[in-house]
């Protein structure tokens, strides 16, 4: 995190120059795979994270000089760029199952709008049905147990099937089909696949 010795190694993501290095590393790969969507961490990495801050400004940074004719590739313009994010209402609700959990930083959140992170219901623009990957995506976390222990209560919110339900803004491009809640069900909707 932010202040902690690890982010002082001139080494880390979080120092790399987003222009000289790393956005360089990924426009290449933009304009060969050709996304029609991509999808990155809002500008405050979802929580704060510094590496989910920079993977935000590096991927923002390296759509936008694929989109741009260096005479090295041809440019490449994606249709959608989506957000990561977590609608306050429903992270407001999962942390109350764990409001006593001695490791929950957040068991003194009363109301919503005390959280400090999350994003406003009103701002989703996508909602994914994720329900038959929650098995992989829990082996994943437990293969990078350096990233959540597995006896950690973020950990037990997974396991119960929490965030099976992936959501996003909406951050460059048109919204396509919607359903009742005016939220798309397919990151592809409105483009021709």
Known sequence: MIDTPANDNPRCFWKADVDATAADYL????????????????????????DHIQAHRVAMRAVELAGKDSGEGEPWQVSKIYWVAVPKKEMFEGLQHFADAADNPFKDIKT??????GTPDELIAAAIDGEKYVPNKLAAMRAHASQIATDD???KVAEMGGRATEHF???YGERGETDERGWETDLFAGLDV
């Open 27 to 50: 426009v290449p790969i933009i304009r060969e795979i050709r996304p029609q969507v991509v999808i990155t961490y809002d500008e405050n990495g979802f929580y704060g994270h510094p």
């Open 112 to 117: 919503v709008d005390d959280l400090p992170f």
């Open 153 to 155: 209560w973020l950990f």
């Open 169 to 171: 803004t909406l951050a």
